[in-house]
């Protein structure tokens, strides 16, 4: 490389783990050591990509919204909600520190509609198995500047993918 500084080599990087404001690599101890033990606790649930992409600045925003309104926040990321290491992982982190309510930033659909019924047929998630509510959390796929000047609210895109793909799990 002539003298020149050589880039940090790749490090692996978790498929499904904590978050912290600025830490990426943050464990259970770390987000649980930042809230009340009488508070609610939400479990932010968004996608790995966001940690990769360092696009975390509307998760920094959610956790500081949640910590300043008295709850507990912990914020989870996720390779894929259908990736069954990331699913079975995410159970465990649901059983040792249950939430109070899920906020679930990953759009996507994670159930499949079944021939019935989808709000008494549908296929349970890993999201479900806490039994509490669980919320769906739109991340726009354009900038706050975007938004202001447009006069639609919701790109196309955003709509199907945050809003119709979301519906086959009821959220």
């Known amino acids: 490389l002539d003298g020149q500084e050589r880039p940090q080599s790749a490090s692996p990087r978790l498929r499904v783990g904590h978050y912290w404001r600025g830490d990426t690599q943050a464990d259970q101890h770390t987000v649980c050591t930042n809230g009340s033990a009488d508070a609610a606790t939400v479990a932010v649930v968004f996608f790995r990509a966001l940690v990769l992409g360092g696009g975390l600045d509307t998760v920094d925003r959610m956790i500081e919204a949640l910590s300043s309104r008295g709850l507990n926040p912990n914020p989870l990321f996720v390779a894929s909600l259908k990736d069954p290491v990331s699913a079975a992982t995410l159970a465990g982190i649901f059983s040792s520190t249950p939430p109070d309510v899920i906020i679930n930033a990953t759009s996507f659909a994670v159930s499949s509609p079944d021939p019935g019924d989808w709000r008494e047929d ?39 993918m945050n809003v119709a793909l979301p519906e086959v799990d009821g959220r």
């Not at 919320?135 to 202001?148: F, I």
């Open 122 to 160: 549908r296929t349970a998630t890993v999201l479900d198995q806490p039994g509490v509510p669980v919320l769906q959390a739109v991340l726009a796929a354009h900038s706050h500047d975007a938004w202001q000047q447009g006069m639609t609210g919701l790109t196309a895109r955003d709509i199907a």
